[in-house]
């Protein structure tokens, strides 16, 4: 095995580095990386009709897949089983990490403020929302 490894780019010197320098590095950089969890809250009015379930479901696959969000279904102590299996008969839940209460968790959130229902002619400016909320 090589005693050193030589890092270095066309035009400049080789700096030959041992392995223990390597070593820290990494550790020092991997030690400061911070892992943010944006949570995007989708109220539950919303997944049901007139939303388009498959658009639903667009858009958590979105989030969660290109993002790295948690997608978070947002209703009332009450409603969670409907909603449950709502979602679970229409297979709307592979991006779903949970149901939460109303306003119990922080982030992006998708309401009826922001549309009215969730359908494939409004998932292009909801995906925008993603994009830029941060």
Same mark, same amino acid.
């Given at each position: 095995?090589?005693?050193?490894?030589?890092? *270095?780019?066309?035009?400049? %010197? &080789?700096?030959?580095?041992?392995? /223990?320098?390597? =070593?820290?590095? !990494?550790?020092? &950089?991997?030690?400061?990386?911070?892992?943010?969890?944006? +949570?995007?809250? @989708?109220?539950?009015?919303?997944?049901?009709?007139?939303?388009?379930?498959?658009?639903?479901?667009?858009? %958590?696959? #979105?989030? %969660?897949?290109?993002?790295?969000?948690?997608?978070? @279904?947002?209703? $009332?102590? =009450? /409603?969670?089983?409907? #909603?449950?299996? !709502?979602?679970? $008969?229409? #297979?709307?839940? =592979? &991006?779903?990490?949970?149901?939460? #209460?109303? $306003?119990?968790?922080?982030?992006?959130?998708?309401?009826?403020?922001?549309?009215?229902? @969730? %359908? &494939? +002619?409004?998932?292009?400016?909801?995906? *925008?929302?993603?994009?830029?909320? @941060?």
């Amino acid at each position: 095995m090589c005693e050193s490894l030589i890092v *270095g780019l066309a035009g400049f %010197t &080789f700096i030959p580095l041992s392995h /223990e320098y390597i =070593d820290t590095f !990494w550790h020092q &950089f991997l030690a400061k990386i911070v892992f943010i969890v944006v +949570n995007v809250i @989708i109220n539950s009015v919303l997944t049901a009709p007139p939303s388009e379930v498959y658009a639903f479901r667009t858009l %958590t696959f #979105y989030a %969660t897949i290109f993002h790295h969000y948690d997608c978070l @279904i947002e209703t $009332n102590k =009450d /409603e969670i089983d409907f #909603y449950y299996k !709502w979602l679970k $008969n229409k #297979y709307c839940l =592979d &991006f779903v990490k949970q149901f939460v #209460y109303t $306003n119990q968790e922080h982030g992006i959130r998708i309401n009826e403020k922001v549309c009215d229902r @969730i %359908t &494939f +002619n409004n998932l292009n400016h909801l995906i *925008g929302i993603l994009r830029f909320d @941060i």
